[in-house]
Each structure stands twice: as C-alpha cells, then as structure tokens.
C-alpha cells in the first residue's frame, strides 16, 4: 500500500461518488467550498494498493496558525472501511507522517460512525455499537475530545436518519400523526413545491430565520459558492415553497360565501360547530392574505429548503422561511416533499442534519429543534465523537491561548 498526499479531483471524486456510506462533508466539492468561504485550504489524499487503486481517502482541511504552523480537520472522517484494521492503521501511520511534513499541530476527525443504539432519551440500550472502532482510535493514538452533548463539536454528536429503504406506507406511519396532519393541512391553500436555483430568495428567508430565533446564517456568498460547488456534481436541490395569495383570496371567499349560506339555510346542527370554525379559519386566512392581493401574480416563496447529497443518501441542510411559511405549514411540506424525493431517487437515507443529545436541554431553543426532527419517527443516532491526532504536544496545549492573543492582535 501506498499514502498519496494530492489525489487528482478525478481520481477523488471517482472513488467517493462509488462509497455507499461516504458522507457528503467528506466530498470534493465540501473541500472547494470551505476553501472559498473559510480560507481554508483543502487537501485530498488517500491510500492505494499497489495497482494505484485507491482503497481509502479523506478531505483534510488545513488552518494556519501563527509561527508557520498549522492544524487539520478531517469533516466526519475518512471514507474507509474502519473494521480493516490493516488499512486503518496504514492510514493513520501516513497521516501521522504526514502531519509532521506539513509541521502541523494536530488533525481532529469527527467520524459518521454510530457509537452505539440509544432509546428516545439518548439512553444505551441493547443493540448496535462500534466500540471496536472507537478503541481502536484511541490504540492508534488518538485522543477523545469528550462525549459532548449539545453543537460543542465541529459537527453535531447525534443526527435522526429515515432509512429509505422501508416502503412509503411504513416512512408514513413512522412519522408522528400531529406532523402529517399539518402535511395535510397545506394543501387546503394554493401551495407548491419546486426545485429553485434561487439563492437570493432563500438567503433572505434564512435572514428571516436567523434573526428570529437567535442563530448565525451565513453571507449570501457562502450559499452561493456552496451551491455552485455541488451543484456541478449535481449533489444539490432548493425546494421552494409557493404560495398563491390571489387564488387562495378567490377560493376562501367562495368557500366562505357557501358557509355562510348554508348555516342561514339549514339552522342549528351537529355540523354548526365545525361549520363556524372553518368559516373563522377562513375570515382568518382572508384577513392574512388580503394585504397581498395582486402583488404576486407568478407566486410569493415562503420557505426555502437546502438539500445536499452524495449518489446514495440525502441531507436536509439548511432552512429559511418568512411568517406565511408557518402560517401555511410549508416548511413542513418542504422537509416532506424533499424526503419523498430522496425516497423516488431510490437512495438509502435522509439525514435530517444534527440534533441534541439531551432532548430536554434547556440552552436556546434546541429541545425544540430536537422535537421536530423526532416527530419524522427516523432511527435517533449517537456517532463516536471528535478525536485528535497530535503531532506537537506542546503547542496543542498552548494553541487555544496562543489564538485568542492572536485574535486580540488582528483586532
């Protein structure tokens, strides 16, 4: 076997697009991206046999540091089989010699491996676990940053995961009743769903989002160099949700107008109740979509969904929606029809991006975003965590120190 430090972007993309269990931050094009958003400089290395056929491979992310060191993050990993431990340890030997040609201080990785089953409340329980992976990092000498809890991390512990090889009667029933009835619901306005290359409409939307309920979006460049990226893989879909305000007006005073008619007609029945409450959704619906008369005649975007892919699976990325994609539960349809399209595309999972590992956390609004994801019914997923691999022991313990006076400086 041999260790190759510049795999040609043919050769990368060549074997990674052919690895069912890659993940999508270990792509080509995730390296490209973070090179024009973070100044990070990517490298592609790998390990081939003797016939140059590459038999494993890994994005590692270069950061400078001051004094003309520097220190590697490899996102989720390396694309190995993790269970050869002949080819694992050949790999990480290279990287070790590697990190020393490069005068680096250290490389994290933060592997897409499960670390063991857990029940609903992130408990162990009987079942699936990696344990030989994760003490096999540490044999090769890797530290443990921690079984962290929360968005410590460079990338989220946990993750909720539909497998889509189940069939679409049983993804439905998983998912919980009060979600699909909101599904429903959508449909009773005048509201689309359709793939977009818009990015300055979903920007503004994440804007929306992020003002909103306290998190940082990225600039508009970031998206767009993000997109570009993956897009030229074809690893990319927006969904956008459309509504109709002129047709959704036309159609509520309609409905409203046979409503009323037919309580004047028919008097007090078992049906009145139910019949003066969806006249009140309707007088509401009109007074919501009023004020938007005439001004969106091709149709008004009210969420925008980011997906991103490799050949085999699916993640939902990032979101944005203005108050009508609430109001109309499209951000729901969004995250629904995007997983129907995952399944029709005949890949293995959607991957809903992230979530906690204490789903009664108290810290922002994160319990919440644990408990949307939860009600799509997917496996609750615990991955093995950060290591490192140190290089220069000294500057690693110094490091944190040594960027916060270096921050302070550049100030």
């Not at 990674?16 to 890659?22: I, Y």
């Not at 792509?27 to 390990?47: C, F, H, I, M």
């Not at 069939?167 to 977009?196: A, C, G, H, P, W």
């Not at 159609?251 to 029945?269: F, I, P």
Request: with cysteine.
């Amino acid at each position: 076997m041999k260790f190759i430090s510049n795999v040609s972007e043919r050769e990368y993309i060549a074997f990674f697009n052919n690895q069912p269990n890659a993940h999508f931050l270990q792509s080509y094009e995730w390296g490209q991206a973070q090179k024009d958003n973070r100044g990070l400089t990517p490298y592609y290395v790998a390990v081939c046999d003797d016939n140059d056929k590459i038999l494993a491979c890994a994005l590692l992310l270069k950061r400078k540091t001051p004094m003309n060191m520097s220190y590697f993050y490899a996102p989720r990993g390396f694309v190995i089989d993790y269970h050869n431990q002949e080819l694992f340890k050949f790999f990480v030997d290279s990287l070790k010699d590697f990190l020393k040609k490069e005068n680096a201080i250290y490389l994290k990785v933060d592997p897409g491996i499960k670390y063991q089953d857990i029940d609903e409340n992130a408990n162990r329980i009987e079942g699936e676990n990696n344990k030989d992976i994760f003490d096999n990092f540490l044999k090769l000498g890797f530290i443990h940053k921690g079984f962290y809890k929360l968005y410590e991390g460079n990338q989220p512990r946990y993750t909720i995961r539909i497998n889509l090889h189940d069939d679409l009667e049983t993804i439905n029933k998983n998912i919980s009743k009060t979600f699909m009835k909101t599904v429903k619901r959508s449909y009773n306005y005048d509201l689309e769903i359709v793939q977009s290359d818009d990015i300055e409409t979903f920007h503004d939307l994440i804007i929306n989002n992020a003002q909103k309920n306290d998190f940082h979006a990225y600039s508009n460049d970031y998206y767009k160099n993000f997109y570009k990226y993956f897009k030229k893989q074809k690893h990319v879909k927006i969904f956008n949700a459309l509504v109709y305000p002129d047709k959704i007006i036309q159609k509520s005073e309609s409905e409203l107008a046979k409503l009323k008619e037919e309580l004047e007609n028919k008097g007090t029945s078992k049906r009145q109740a139910d019949t003066e409450n969806l006249i009140k959704r309707l007088e509401k619906d009109l007074e919501t979509f009023k004020p938007l008369e005439n001004h969106y005649p091709n149709g008004k975007v009210v969420c925008s969904l980011i997906c991103s892919y490799t050949n085999y699976a699916a993640w939902s990325l990032y979101i944005g929606n203005d108050n009508l994609g609430t109001y109309t539960f499209a951000v729901n349809r969004c995250y629904y029809e995007s997983l129907l399209d995952a399944k029709n595309n005949n890949l293995d999972f959607y991957d809903l991006f992230g979530t906690v590992g204490d789903p009664k956390t108290t810290y922002k609004n994160l319990a919440g975003l644990h408990e949307f994801k939860r009600k799509f019914g997917g496996e609750y997923i615990e991955f093995l965590g950060e290591f490192d691999l140190v290089n220069k022991p000294f500057w690693y313990k110094v490091l944190p120190t040594l960027l916060k006076i270096y921050r302070k400086l550049r100030k």
